[in-house]
């Protein structure tokens, strides 16, 4: 199959990649493998490291950033890195007054409510980032042909933490303000989408393969509600860095009902929950796009036979998809023990495709 992406000049190294080629609907040798959250949660390694350093210190300092990025990919053998970092990071580079509170997640100092807070949301500079491009450079030189992917938040989930000042079950003021002043919504998830199209291009330049848009929180809505007031500002960040040429990965949790509209905002591969088989997201999401995903992260805590069960199921619906990169339907839980992994990632490279 051809590829809905240009060839980028950051890292030929990785093109032949399996995961690159399955990103790009291309022919295989085997499936390919990652983990979100595979970057520590659940590494002792990753555990010790940390000892004593914040959430956000960590990754502003290259140093910890490119150790903790490695160490599942030696561990595990996975077939793509994800950059360790945070959603929240490109908004702390701006000057946002938020911290990312152990047992909750990000707490913001001064939540937003009124158009005037928004001039606290300026589009990101390179000058901003520098530690993360550092380390991206590092990193890519470090892995050589496997592939770095870099990600950032979208809009809407952005939005959540600033109007709600932290996480939240039910996103009510979230919701609020979208319905009741949608001009002032609009613009903020306009300014969101620049400093997210911005940090993944910061990334991409510095020699990442590929990057995720990860939508935390898109699963709260409904369909009309996400088509109208979320996905034009996704498509802004995907589209923007589609000149870059590296596939564009889109991630929800709960998002089902939202599969179709998520693809036709700039995605090359759509991320699936374990909620929907991955045959039937196929068909939502349409013959174009490549899926990743979807075994429920709970599973890992099961006997061996019935992790690979579950995970033969999912790579025989995969291949209804243009492509399909093996996941889990969300991170790995912090609990989970790290040998699960490693013996789930040599099952599915073993698997016979044909």
């Not at 993944?200 to 990057?211: I, M």
């Not at 992260?297 to 998809?321: K, M, N, S, Y």
Request: proline share 7%.
């Amino acid at each position: 199959m051809t590829s809905s992406t240009t060839q980028p000049t950051s890292n030929p190294a990785t093109q032949d990649s399996d995961f690159l080629r399955a990103c790009r609907g291309e022919a295989t040798s085997r499936v390919p493998v990652w983990f979100m959250r595979q970057a520590g949660r659940s590494l002792p390694e990753y555990r010790r490291l940390r000892e004593g350093v914040a959430m956000l210190d960590s990754c502003f300092r290259p140093d910890l950033v490119v150790e903790i990025t490695l160490q599942p990919v030696r561990r595990h053998d996975v077939d793509a890195a994800i950059f360790f970092s945070d959603i929240v990071v490109p908004l702390k580079a701006i000057g946002i007054d938020l911290d990312i509170v152990p047992g909750t997640g990000p707490v913001v100092a001064e939540p937003i409510g009124r158009r005037e807070q928004l001039e606290r949301l300026r589009p990101l500079e390179d000058g901003d980032v520098e530690p993360i491009a550092a380390a991206v450079g590092e990193l890519v030189a470090e892995l050589g042909p496997t592939p770095l992917i870099g990600f950032a938040g979208a809009p809407f989930t952005l939005a959540s933490y600033l109007v709600e000042g932290g996480p939240s079950r039910d996103h009510r003021l979230t919701k609020q303000l979208m319905h009741s002043d949608p001009v002032l919504w609009h613009e903020l998830l306009g300014r969101l989408a620049v400093v997210a199209r911005e940090f993944l291009r910061v990334q991409v330049e510095a020699g990442a393969s590929a990057v995720q848009l990860f939508d935390s929180w898109a699963g709260t809505l409904s369909l009309a509600d996400y088509t109208e007031f979320v996905a034009p500002h996704s498509r802004t960040v995907l589209e923007g860095v589609a000149g870059l040429g590296v596939p564009r990965i889109h991630f929800g949790v709960g998002t089902g009902e939202l599969l179709g509209t998520m693809g036709e905002v700039g995605a090359d591969v759509v991320g699936v929950d374990w909620r929907v088989p991955l045959d039937e997201a196929a068909q939502r999401i349409g013959p174009d796009r490549a899926v990743q995903g979807n075994l429920d992260p709970t599973t890992l805590f099961a006997p061996t036979d019935v992790v690979h069960a579950h995970a033969a199921r999912i790579i025989e619906q995969g291949r209804a998809a243009r492509g399909h990169v093996f996941n889990l339907g969300h991170g790995v839980l912090p609990e989970t023990d790290p040998d699960a992994l490693t013996r789930l990632v040599e099952f599915v490279h073993g698997y016979e495709l044909d």
